[in-house]
């Protein structure tokens, strides 16, 4: 059964930083997601992309996110600088045809701001 | 203003029990998804079930069933002969129809499932 595949499972970096969280969506969906869970709180949505192009953003999402499909699998997450509350787990999600589709979550990269 | 709440943060219960997990949204869409997602210890979100708000018929999955309650906004979600295996989180999600992409997610029950 197709998946989302996300890496790396944990990245661990120092604040200042920057990373960039890996996704390869469900081959056949179009549109993508990337959401972010803090220790033991709730999923929270940053940004949805179709068409390469971010079709809405959270008030999380500021200026020192961004998102990219660079090739025709991947789609990845850059964290500029790293603050030490962008410690959580980093879900990315796709869903097939239309937004109103199911969306499928990746197993996450658990993020670590030292 | 759209907003799920999931009242019961912990449940524990002995194996074989039934449990029930609340889920109450809000929303001013008269056309709306909702979602039930469950997070196993390993951490990723596996999708359950997702219901339109023109269905409000209930659902049956083997020992999963869903009650959907438009008149009292609650998506309710029962285990029946509750197994260790079905330890997990359980997050409960809105999606409005068309405004918006996002899915709105409670804040998850835990549930623990003794032997």
């Excluded at chain 1, 998946?3 to 120092?14: A, M």
């Excluded at chain 1, 787990?89 to 097939?96: G, I, Q, T």
């Amino acid at each position: 059964e197709p998946e989302v595949t996300q890496t790396p499972s944990h990245q661990v970096t120092q604040m200042g930083q920057e990373v960039i969280l890996r996704c390869v969506p469900i081959s056949n969906h179009l549109y993508f997601y990337w959401y972010r869970q803090i220790l033991g709180q709730k999923v929270e949505f940053l940004v949805s992309f179709y068409n390469n192009e971010i079709s809405e953003k959270s008030e999380i999402f500021d200026d020192q996110f961004s998102v990219e499909r660079p090739d025709g699998s991947n789609f990845t997450l850059k964290i500029r600088s790293t603050k030490l509350e962008d410690s959580a787990m980093y879900f990315c999600a796709s869903s097939e045809q239309t937004a109103t589709d199911t969306q499928y979550f990746g197993p996450g990269t658990r993020l670590t701001v030292l | 203003a759209q907003k799920v709440t999931q009242a019961q943060t912990e449940i524990s219960v002995v194996e074989k029990e039934d449990v029930t997990l609340d889920c109450v949204y809000e929303t001013r869409d008269t056309t709306y998804y909702l979602f039930w997602y469950k997070q196993p210890p390993s951490g990723e979100l596996v999708f359950l079930i997702r219901r339109n708000s023109f269905d409000e018929q209930n659902e049956i999955s083997g020992r999963y069933s869903w009650n959907f309650q438009k008149s009292t906004s609650s998506f309710n979600f029962t285990i029946t002969a509750s197994q260790v295996v079905d330890s997990a989180v359980y997050f409960c999600a809105l999606s409005p129809f068309g405004r918006t992409y996002k899915y709105i997610f409670g804040t998850g029950t835990r549930l623990k499932v003794l032997a």
